[in-house]
């Protein structure tokens, strides 16, 4: 191949590369740009490319190198080769020279820039390193501050591991490149006479050949020395022991063998070094076989020995003090040395009085479920097909002047779940660019009918409370997937009203401008969307909105965080926002246990819940508010990205009124807590007040019980407050033992407590209520008669709470009717482009989404277990009363912010509704419906009655 034609491909490549990183980089810029991020681009684009490029240029220099020498002490064929021709061994495979040459410059390209991009996806280690900040305490096995750990350890390995396969990589070519010229030869066939005879391979090695390939090795030498000086400090995540981290065997045997190899493979750098100058091939194969031996034999035979005999027959004794370390360590790591252990002794009488101190704990006990209440908004409030309901968060507001604790729920619009004659590229990307509003409504409260009262609801949305929305469109959510283009010739779809529809135009800042058509190109190949730069309907102001999914959309932005799985929705200054907890994590916070439970996809040692992040669902802006100015890693994140995160107390003042403890974290310090929850070390090493999260009954499976969001006032609390909760039972047993609380108010913000239950007194645990509703002959004979019509019986969420020194549990059932399975619609037919794999799985979610919203659940019973009586009645308030043997006024029961329930007037109206109602049936012969809507009438004039005695 000519020097010219080499050129012109070389060219080629490089502009193919050229327009593909422009192609990558400049959307994202834009994109990083518009949100005043563009110095995090900059700075995680330019380390990725300065570490790749270190990487790249480091290899090739050290190939080169290496080949130059190869070239100069093996000019051709070396002796022996039997063959004139050049490529010596290869040409035996049938491989010319200039072909060999050819594959070997390939090889060399693209194993280095494997290499090379394998590096540089190593960036966030390099910049923690070189912006650490220390942890303030030390390990006790080699006093070093836990920063060594958590940022200098992870990138020396890193630099190491690069290193050998570097030198991995350039020995072998080198040796390719030997095999090229003949220098080194593989026979494998011996010739007698005229016969061939087989034969094992026979390697044969010039002696200049052989000494470059020798001090390659010694280099591998050093950094196998280096490697094991590295693995000391890994013995402080050890296994081995009674305990996660550096046990007996670990400290007292592994760090001197590694030591004792430390020296060993010097030793054997040295023979190699030596060798390469003059040969001593009986010392090389010694020195080799000394190294292989030392590191079987101490470093894996000679530790499980001293397990064996010296450790376990003595295991408590010479394990303590590491225990303890592993002890003390977890619990820094999570947070849990910080928990305030308080003695909750239990009794059964919960008196009136008690209730009415508490009443705003009574009036938000939550007696609707998270599952049941997603079918209901479906059902009820999506409106239209295309509008969904991704999951209900809970939260709490000032509802007239009272504290009340609400379930809400945003309403997306899914353009998958458009009509099939109207799924056109100008309506995914266009016309349906947004969704509208939410559903709210109050965790206690339901009507007649058995369905939740909704405070905010419909299209457009009314409110019935003071939570007014003046932007209730959501541009940014959690089923946003698609992007779209705003601000164009053709107006926005905003919501449907009656038989007609409302257009809109886009008045924010959200989106990149597209108002050139170099943008236009970039962003057809970004998104392989040739509409994009063929479309007419885009002007000067026109804007695309991309990565507008939650999830995606911060962690595109900082990718070094780990996020929670649920963004929830807030209303604020009559704006919709939605808040994420973001955590600083790392699985190398020295003897600290790793947690059992997967952490997006990842074992963990350490974690905090350092930054809350708000997005404004009409714009799109994203802020990182940084809420722990104590942890480590997120002072190192600041120290690299000095523009990302902003002091918590810039966050909006109402804002602040809604952050909460989040659940991921929470989960994961359950789960640790119930096994170091125990400090001494001879109670933790024989497990003997070992804890377990309850199960409870959802539907009709055991499942294990979930960590719930209540509004309550704790026993050192001045007021109610809003905090998550989960109990405690012993292992393998059913009763309380404890439970953990975690504050989420701004005030006492993070603070954890846990309530221990007295050892000698039987508290109840879940599973031993469910039992008892169960044994409860009304109870179940009335819930199986339920099962046995055609309905399904779903047991809600079963809750524990605490008021003043007593327990009761509140239980929802709720019934709902089984659907006959049915001949589905066809889904909606994608455009031409979607995707085969896109379409196919537009098609499958389309078609689940409308199955799960066929059901309608109500709530039908409320169950309330106090003491030894348990109770299913209508509604709470009547449960409540029933438990308490009629010794609760009515105004603790009713909630303060409907005070129309207890209004004559409006319950008179009602009345007259369903009277009328009633009628109708009459004429039309539906008894059934005659019947039902009597029933209704019945219950409102007691309700009336109530009412009216309650006045008098």
Aim: no cysteine; glycine share 6%; charged share 20%.
């Amino acid at each position: 191949m000519s020097m010219k034609r080499k050129l012109i491909i070389g060219l080629f490549v490089l502009v193919v590369f050229l327009v593909w990183a422009a192609v990558s980089i400049y959307p994202d810029w834009l994109w990083f740009l518009n949100l005043n991020f563009s110095s995090v681009f900059w700075t995680i684009l330019l380390t990725k490319f300065g570490i790749g490029l270190v990487v790249w240029v480091l290899l090739i220099l050290i190939i080169s190198l290496n080949l130059y020498v190869a070239k100069r002490i093996a000019p051709g064929k070396g002796p022996g080769v039997g063959s004139n021709d050049e490529a010596g061994y290869f040409s035996q495979v049938g491989l010319s020279g200039n072909a060999l040459n050819l594959l070997l410059i390939g090889f060399i390209l693209i194993g280095s820039f494997i290499i090379a991009s394998k590096g540089s996806s190593q960036w966030d280690t390099v910049l923690r390193y070189l912006h650490q900040k220390p942890f303030g305490s030390t390990d006790p096995i080699f006093a070093k501050d836990v920063g060594f750990f958590v940022f200098s350890l992870p990138f020396y390995i890193f630099v190491r591991d690069e290193l050998l396969v570097l030198f991995f990589f350039t020995g072998l070519l080198t040796a390719i490149w030997y095999l090229k010229d003949g220098a080194l030869q593989i026979v494998g066939e011996l010739v007698q006479g005229d016969e061939k005879l087989p034969s094992l391979p026979n390697i044969s090695i010039t002696p200049t050949a052989k000494k470059h390939l020798l001090f390659l090795g010694g280099i591998i030498a050093l950094l196998l020395a280096w490697g094991f000086h590295l693995k000391m400090y890994g013995v402080l995540y050890s296994t081995q022991g009674s305990a996660f981290g550096a046990s007996y065997t670990d400290v007292h045997v592994k760090v001197p063998v590694y030591k004792g190899l430390i020296i060993v493979s010097l030793g054997l750098a040295v023979v190699l070094f030596l060798s390469a100058f003059k040969p001593r091939a009986k010392l090389v194969w010694i020195s080799v076989g000394i190294w292989v031996g030392a590191v079987f034999v101490f470093l894996n035979l000679l530790p499980m020995l001293i397990q064996k005999i010296v450790v376990k027959p003595n295991e408590l004794a010479k394990e303590n003090r590491y225990i303890a370390y592993n002890i003390e360590h977890t619990r820094k790591a999570y947070n849990l040395h910080k928990i305030k252990e308080v003695n909750f002794d239990v009794h059964d009488h919960l008196t009136a009085k008690d209730l009415e101190e508490q009443s705003v704990t009574i009036q938000n006990i939550r007696i609707w479920d998270e599952r049941p209440l997603l079918q209901t908004y479906r059902q009820l409030q999506s409106i239209r097909l295309y509008y969904d309901f991704n999951d209900v968060d809970v939260d709490r507001y000032v509802i007239n002047n009272q504290y009340r604790q609400v379930m809400l729920a945003a309403r997306e619009l899914v353009v998958d779940q458009l009509p099939p004659q109207a799924n056109t590229w100008v309506n995914r990307h266009l016309k349906y660019t947004h969704g509208y509003g939410l559903a709210l409504s109050p965790v206690s409260e339901v009507t007649r009918e058995g369905l939740p009262r909704l405070l905010v609801k419909d299209l457009p949305p009314s409110f019935d409370a003071d939570l007014m929305v003046d932007r209730p469109e959501i541009y940014y959510g959690e089923k946003t997937d698609e992007y779209v283009l705003v601000k164009t010739k053709t107006k926005e779809f905003d919501y449907p009203k009656g038989d007609k529809n409302v257009y809109t135009n886009y008045q924010g800042r959200g989106g990149v401008p597209i108002n050139s058509f170099v943008r236009r190109l970039f962003f057809a190949l970004e998104f392989l969307d040739s509409q994009i730069l063929f479309t007419t309907y885009l002007s000067p102001e026109s804007r695309i909105m991309y990565n507008r999914r939650i999830d995606r959309r911060v962690s595109s932005i900082a990718p070094f965080l780990d996020y929670d799985r649920d963004p929830y929705l807030v209303v604020s200054g009559g704006k919709l926002y939605w808040i994420l907890d973001a955590y600083t994590t790392s699985n190398m916070y020295p003897y600290s246990r790793r947690s059992y439970r997967r952490f997006n996809n990842k074992r963990l040692n350490y974690i905090r819940n350092s930054v809350k992040i708000v997005i404004d669902a009409y714009n799109g802006d994203v802020y990182f508010y940084l809420i722990d100015k104590e942890d480590p890693i997120v002072k190192t994140y600041a120290s690299m990205f000095p523009h990302l995160f902003k002091p918590f107390d810039e966050m909006p003042a109402d804002l602040k009124n809604h952050i909460r403890y989040p659940r991921d974290l929470f989960d994961i310090q359950v789960d640790t807590y119930t096994t170091y929850h125990m400090t001494n070390v001879q109670v933790f090493y024989n497990q003997e007040d070992l804890w377990q999260i309850p199960d409870e009954l959802y539907g009709d499976s055991r499942q294990e019980m979930k960590p719930y969001y209540i509004i309550i006032k704790l026993p050192e609390g001045d007021k109610e407050e809003f905090l998550l909760m989960l109990p405690f039972t012993p292992s393998k047993k059913d009763n309380m033992i404890g439970w953990l609380a975690a504050r989420s108010d701004l005030a006492n913000f993070g603070k954890l407590l846990v309530y221990k239950l007295p050892k000698e007194k039987l508290v109840y645990g879940p599973m031993q209520i469910e039992a008892r509703v169960d044994q409860q002959t009304d109870i179940s004979r009335e819930l199986s008669l339920w099962g046995q019509r055609g309905s399904r019986v779903i047991r809600g969420n079963l809750l524990a709470i605490p008021i003043s020194g007593s327990f009761f549990y509140v239980e929802p059932i709720y019934l709902e009717a089984i659907q006959e399975e049915t001949e589905l619609p066809a889904a909606p037919t994608q455009p031409k482009g979607f995707g085969k794999a896109r379409r196919r799985q537009a098609t499958v979610s389309s078609r689940a989404d409308r199955a799960r919203t066929a059901a309608l659940p109500e709530l039908k019973r409320v169950i309330v277990a106090l003491g030894n009586r348990v109770i299913m009645e209508e509604n709470l308030d009547k449960a409540l009363s029933r438990a308490l043997e009629g010794r609760i006024s009515r105004k603790v029961l009713t909630s303060p912010s409907l005070p129309q329930t207890l209004d004559v007037s409006n319950l008179g109206a009602l009345a007259l509704d369903h009277f009328n109602r009633a009628k109708a049936y009459l004429r039309q012969g539906n008894w059934a419906e005659y019947g039902k809507e009597l029933g209704n009438l019945e219950k409102v004039l007691q309700e009336m009655a109530e009412v009216m005695k309650d006045k008098n």
